[in-house]
């Protein structure tokens, strides 16, 4: 009589994490590039940039349509704490997803394609600690509860970042030029009359 033994092997699930990893200050980097978490969320408000009707909290349809970020406070005031018209409304930042993410709190992304967002938003500190808890600008080595001196709250009114198969991944940052179209729409906004 023959016997067959079944070797069973504990073999762990690997799943992709943090790929950006802490520098001698504690900042998440990835390839020499500064990393920043992010979120989605979904509103139907004009945001903290004025991108919305006039007299009113109702917001342009881009800026619910489009890819645009609602930046971690002390990003989105350039080190300040202003949530009204902040220093970086209507600046660009070009994401790029290294393919990680935080355990337990998203998924790796389908790809590593970067995608622009322009800043319409804010994600204060106050209610959202453990994202955008971070008391310093990039480069003062602050960072939130996951290791970045920056978090990008994503709009997704109308699924456009769960479209591209984002669910909070870990992205590089770069501020960059906004596209033609967003310099257009940022003209439309309130803090466009009264911010750089």
Known sequence: MKLFFVICLAVPLLEAAQLCQKDAHGV??????PCASTTRYVDGHKGACGCGQTGSDTPFPWNVQQHVTAPSERYFDNGGSSLWCGNKCGHCVRLTPT????????????????????????????????????????????????GYEVHFDLQDQVHQVESIGWDNPEVTWEEVACPANMQSEWRQCECSHSSG
Do not use: S
């Open 28 to 33: 998440r980097r990835f390839n020499g590039k």
């Open 99 to 146: 393919g990680g993410f935080v355990p337990g709190k998203g998924r790796a992304p389908p790809n590593h394609n970067p995608v622009v967002f322009m800043v319409t938003n804010v994600c204060p500190i106050n209610g959202n600690q453990e994202w955008c808890g971070i008391n310093g600008k990039p480069g003062t080595n602050n960072v939130n509860t996951y």
